[in-house]
Nanobody, 126 residues
């Protein structure tokens, strides 16, 4: 099991930027997909972004709602995954979670992931 700790959340005005980090307690195998999800009050946990394992080139995937504004990246040497969030909107307000997929395959659903962090709050004011 991989222990994940998110950081970097906070309060930002609309149009601003934040960079979330997800530090893993163990080595993030190059075989693992890594993802970011978010959950707003009263809503289900939703896919935000994912980055595939290195063997298939570290391909990135994004929800339509964040495409062009958010960027996911990984630093395997630092056991860390990042989510750069630009042009933030009030509707981006949520708790953001990172997760690891050790099985491969799909990256879009919460059930595709095995281990989760505790989440970090992002609040975007209008």
């Amino acid at each position: 099991q991989v222990q994940l700790v998110e950081s970097g959340g906070g309060l930002v005005q609309a149009g601003g930027s934040l960079r979330l980090s997800c530090a893993a307690s163990g080595r993030i195998s190059t075989n693992y997909h890594m993802g970011w999800f978010r959950q707003a009050p009263g809503k289900e946990r939703a896919f935000v972004a994912a980055i595939s394992h290195t063997w298939i080139g570290g391909s990135t995937y994004y929800a339509d709602s964040v495409k062009g504004r958010f960027a996911i990246s990984r630093d395997n040497a630092k056991n860390t995954v990042y989510l750069q969030m630009n042009s933030l909107k009030p509707e981006d307000t949520a708790v953001y979670y990172c997760a690891v997929n050790r099985r491969g395959g799909s990256v879009y659903g919460p059930l595709d992931y095995d281990d989760w962090g505790q989440g970090t709050q992002v609040t975007v004011s209008s």
